[in-house]
Antibody, heavy 118, light 110 residues
Framework: EVQLLESGGGSIQPGGSLRLSCAASGFTFSDWTMTWVRQAPGKGLEWVSA????????FYADSVKGRFTISRDNSKDTLYLQMNSLRADDTAVYFC???????????WGQGNLVTVSS | QSVLTQPAAVSGSLGQSITISCTGTSRDVGNYNQVSWYQQLPGKAPQLIIYEVTKRPSGVSSRFSASKSGNTASLTISGLQAEDEVNYYC??????????FGGGTKVTVL
């Protein structure tokens, strides 16, 4: 059974940093591109970042470029999102998701709330 | 990276069919046959219900179907049931290895 378990969320003041983790199991993690998607309270889904299977290529939404860094450790089957210079509008539930062959997101984590507030 | 346009809400009676539109541009929906749709129950993670414009993953009800014409993709739910009363999101690649979601549609079953 595929499982994606996120951790690392919480409350942080504006300008602070947090690192989210997503531990994967039930599939060959190193074979697949992985993605972060977020959802602000009461709002829709927003694609945030993606990383290739090897970790060599990374991609970001304009809204987080230069502040967030996606990475992965294939030896630990874990995906990360380092979030720096956090702003109030980064407040959201952050989901990790596994990409499939045609760029759809076929498995999702349970979500992890990040609250940026003074 | 703009948001794909979906109606905020769509309603239909039990047993009827409804269609949710998802309008993008020639840079996203119109340029890729990789539109996907997700169903999201309150407080839960999204679940994939359609991929590659028209395909259903194993286990997804055949009451869900989808299509695309030009820059607009559509999701149809036939035989509307009470359990369908949740939120739906479309998604498309948007070039340069980025993706864009629709704003979401709340389905109400009358």
């Amino acid at each position: 059974e595929v499982q994606l378990l996120e951790s690392g969320g919480g409350s942080i003041q504006p300008g602070g940093s947090l690192r989210l983790s997503c531990a994967a199991s039930g599939f060959t993690f190193s074979d697949w591109t992985m993605t972060w998607v977020r959802q602000a309270p009461g709002k829709g889904l927003e694609w945030v970042s993606a990383i290739s299977s090897s970790g060599a290529a990374t991609f970001y939404a304009d809204s987080v470029k230069g502040r967030f860094t996606i990475s992965r450790d294939n030896s630990k089957d874990t995906l990360y999102l380092q979030m720096n210079s956090l702003r109030a509008d980064d407040t959201a539930v952050y989901f990790c998701a596994k990409d499939n062959w045609s760029s759809e997101f076929d498995y999702w984590g349970q979500g992890n709330l990040v609250t940026v507030s003074s | 990276q703009s948001v794909l346009t979906q109606p905020a809400a769509v309603s239909g009676s039990l047993g009827q069919s409804i269609t949710i539109s998802c309008t993008g541009t020639s840079r996203d929906v119109g340029n890729y046959n990789q539109v996907s749709w997700y169903q999201q129950l309150p407080g839960k993670a999204p679940q994939l219900i359609i991929y590659e414009v028209t395909k259903r993953p194993s286990g997804v009800s055949s009451r869900f179907s989808a299509s695309k014409s030009g820059n607009t993709a559509s999701l149809t739910i036939s035989g509307l049931q009470a359990e369908d009363e949740v939120n739906y999101y479309c998604c498309s690649p948007a070039g340069l290895n980025t993706w864009v979601f629709g704003g979401g549609t709340k389905v109400t079953v009358l």
